[in-house]
């Protein structure tokens, strides 16, 4: 029995809810291409999914959106592999990627701050210097 997909955490996806298929995948490969089904596809109805919280689901669909097909099924193909099981696995990776970046809090809102007035007068203080010293390579004027 395949193991279920992690996603983060404790939380995992359960093979029931997937659904594998299988067919022949395009470039080399000889007499072997011809008689096995080796691209993977990859289908989680992420919508209808009892493994995740109803908050990361809610984050996973808005941030998924362009992806999703019919608003709902995330699809995930391989085809870099001659064997099908490699392009599971691969499949299974990208899958678990895919969610715990979708799921993933957002990041803390950034607080401004302001620069103290110390180093507003030591930054000014060094452009004055800086500059004095740039004209000072100037031509001389002749007396």
Not at 50 to 68: F, H, M, T
Not at 71 to 100: F, T
Not at 104 to 110: I, V
């Amino acid at each position: 029995m395949p193991e279920p997909i992690r996603v983060r955490g404790s939380v995992a996806v359960p093979d029931a809810e997937l659904v594998w298929r299988f067919s022949r995948s395009s470039g080399p490969g000889g007499q072997h291409v011809n008689t096995s089904d080796t691209q993977v596809e990859l289908r989680y109805d992420l919508a209808a999914s009892a493994a995740l919280p109803q908050v990361w689901k809610d984050r996973a669909l808005e941030r998924l959106a362009g992806r999703l097909v019919d608003g709902r099924v995330l699809v995930v193909r391989a085809s870099e592999h001659r064997s099908q099981w490699r392009n599971r696995e691969v499949a299974a990776a990208r899958l678990a990627a895919l969610l715990g970046e979708a799921t993933a809090p957002p990041p803390k809102a950034r607080r401004a701050t302001k620069p103290s007035r110390g180093m507003v007068e030591s930054r000014l203080r060094n452009k004055r210097h800086r500059s004095e010293l740039k004209q000072g390579r100037g031509r001389q004027a002749s007396e």
